[in-house]
C-alpha cells in the first residue's frame, strides 16, 4: 500500500482506513479522547510524508505507524511540559479575565502560581484535566466524565486524587489557590 501510495496518493487512504482505528485506542489511553484524534492525524501527516523512507521489505507498516504515533504522543508531552514549567516561571501564572474580579484571591493565587503550576506538572495527565475542568472549567464531576469520555466513578476517583497531591504539595490553601485562578 505504501508503495501504491508513492504513485497515488488515494491508496494512503486504504492504511488510513486500516490502522485509524487502532491507532486511535492506543493514543486515546496514553493522552485521552481530547488529543487522541490529533495524535492519529499528525501520525499519518507524518507517515505521508515520510511514506518514502518507509523499508517496503517490511510486510506490515502497523509497527511503524505505532512508531511514528509514540513519537508524536512524547512530544505532544514535552509541549505541555515546557508549558507547565513556563507558568511555573512567571510571575501571574493565569490569565486576568477583568481587573475588578476578585482582586484579594488573585493576588494570592498569583503568589501560589509557580507552586501551583509545579503540582499540576506532577499530576498525571489524566488527574490534571479533571482537576483543571473543574477548578477553571467550572464542569460538574458529571460533565467532567462525558468531556473525558469516562465514567462518573473514574472521574470522582481522579479528581480526589489529584486534589489530595495538590494540597500535600501546595498545604491546606493549596485547592484555594487553585480555584482562586478560575
Do not use: C
Amino acid at each position: 500500500m505504501i508503495a501504491a501510495a508513492d504513485q497515488d496518493s488515494e491508496q494512503f487512504a486504504v492504511l488510513y482506513d486500516r490502522y485509524s482505528a487502532g491507532l486511535y485506542r492506543y493514543a486515546y489511553r496514553r493522552v485521552g479522547a481530547e488529543h487522541a484524534e490529533d495524535v492519529v492525524a499528525e501520525t499519518f501527516a507524518v507517515a505521508f510524508r515520510r511514506r518514502h523512507t518507509y523499508d517496503r521489505s517490511r510486510p506490515d507498516a502497523r509497527p511503524w505507524l505505532y512508531g511514528i504515533a509514540t513519537k508524536e504522543i512524547a512530544r505532544w508531552r514535552r509541549s505541555e511540559e515546557a508549558r507547565l514549567r513556563a507558568w511555573a516561571r512567571s510571575d501571574l501564572g493565569q490569565a486576568e479575565e477583568s481587573p475588578a474580579d476578585r482582586v484579594a484571591e488573585r493576588v494570592s493565587a498569583s503568589a501560589a502560581g509557580p507552586e501551583l503550576a509545579e503540582a499540576l506538572r506532577q499530576l498525571t495527565p489524566g488527574d490534571r484535566d479533571v482537576l483543571l475542568l473543574e477548578a477553571w472549567g467550572d464542569l460538574t464531576q458529571e460533565q467532567i466524565a462525558r468531556t473525558l469520555g469516562i465514567r462518573p466513578g473514574t472521574a470522582r476517583s481522579r479528581l480526589h486524587r489529584a486534589r489530595r497531591q495538590v494540597q500535600a504539595s501546595l498545604g491546606a490553601a493549596g485547592m484555594n489557590e487553585l480555584e482562586a485562578g478560575r
